[in-house]
Structures are given as C-alpha cells and as structure tokens.
T-cell receptor, first 116, second 115 residues
C-alpha cells in the first residue's frame, strides 16, 4: 500500500523569506501523480502544485516549486518570497496513475506559520 | 454552481443518531469523492463515484457508512448510529473525467461533532 509521510508538523518562516516543506512517499508503482494542497482555516483544500512522475522536470507555479527525487521517493515544496497569506496547513498527496486510480492518499500535513 | 458546495457547514448530533451530509459538485463533473479528515490528520479516502455508481468504496470504515448519488450529481453521505469517533470534517471533491491527472476541486467540508 502507498503511504505519504510529512515529518514536519510545524514550520515557521519570516515574511519574504524562503521555506521548504518535506514529503516522502512509498510506492511500488512507477507511474503516479504527486500534489501539494493548501488548507486555510476555511477548510477548503486548494491545489498548489502537481507533478507527474514520468516528468523529470520539477514543476513550478509562480512562487511555488518542487524538488522531485523519484529514486529517493522525495517530493519537497519550496515557497519563495513567503507572504502572510501563505500561512495554512500544507498536505502532500499521492495518486496512482492506473486507470480508475482516483483515490488520493494524503500525508498528515505541515502547519506553516508566516511571521511579519 | 461555481464550486463544490457542502451542507450543512457544521452538524452536532447525539451519539446513536442518524445523519446525512450533502455534497453538490461542480456542474458537469462526473467524478465525486468523499474524504474524512480527523483532527490533526490529512484527509482519508472514503468513497469515489463515477456517475451514479460507486467505483471504489474501499475506504468506508464499516456498514454504518453509506453514500449515494442517484442522479449522478448531488451525493449524500449517510451515517447510522453515530459514534463519538465519527467526529471529523467530511470533505467532498469533484472532477471531470477526461484524463487521469485531472484536478479535483474540494468543498469546504462539513464538521460533524457527535456528543
């Protein structure tokens, strides 16, 4: 069975600085998708960034980028120029690419604090 | 609608009672998912619908939990004989069935408290 591990329950960053959130996963599959979701106090999960496992190039979305290390099964999220609005829970997630594999497995989350 | 809508936003019920949680997905989305998020945890998969049928219900914890989607749009998660351990946020998400890497859009969840 696939698992997702986030070893940092909490992280803190100064406004305008850079922070990296860690995520490791375990799977025997070769084709899958990885995600980072943001969950603010409103509870709505918002997709931050997505990575297809077959792509070697790391995904980037504005201030958000990932470091995808497939052999090491590592998928970290880097937030540059942190803003107060980035404060939230962040969840790393895995989804199989097999047909019908829409079940998404989430890590336990990392709470990010942004200090002014 | 513009997004995934879940009602009620909060629900408090007594142990042993029956509850229904409603999810209204984005119009035209054929795939719908239910997740349960316990305090301090990530969402845990419960069930996935493709159209009207449950394509994967392997996450339902026991037979007290049941979900329906009779017309392929609105879905209802039903919990019988509620227990205090059922207290959690229940999240619903929907996506279109075009390619497997399509994005799922989440609602704001229903916070269920069993007292």
């Amino acid at each position: 069975a696939q698992t997702v591990t986030q070893s940092q329950p909490e992280m803190s960053v100064q406004e305008a600085e850079t922070v990296t959130l860690s995520c490791t996963y375990d799977t025997s599959e070769s084709d899958y998708y990885l995600f980072w979701y943001k969950q603010p106090p409103s509870r709505q999960m918002i997709l931050v960034i997505r990575q297809e496992a077959y792509k070697q190039q790391n995904a980037t979305e504005n201030r958000f980028s990932v470091n995808f290390q497939k052999a090491a099964k590592s998928f970290s999220l880097k937030i540059s120029d942190s803003q107060l609005g980035d404060a939230a829970m962040y969840f790393c997630a895995y989804r199989s690419a097999r047909t019908g594999g829409f079940k998404t497995i989430f890590g336990a989350g990392t709470r990010l604090f942004v200090k002014a | 609608g513009a997004g995934v809508s879940q009602t009620p936003s909060n629900k408090v019920t007594e142990k042993g009672k029956y509850v229904e949680l409603r999810c209204d997905p984005i119009s035209g989305h054929t795939a719908l998912y239910w997740y349960r998020q316990s305090l301090g945890q990530g969402p845990e998969f419960l069930i996935y619908f493709q159209g009207t049928g449950a394509a994967d219900d392997s996450g339902l914890p026991n037979d007290r939990f049941f979900a329906v989607r009779p017309e392929g749009s609105v879905s209802t998660l039903k919990i019988q004989r509620t227990e205090r351990g059922d207290s959690a946020v229940y999240l619903c998400a929907s996506s279109s069935w075009t390619v497997l890497n399509t994005e799922a859009f989440f609602g704001q969840g229903t916070r269920l408290t069993v007292v």
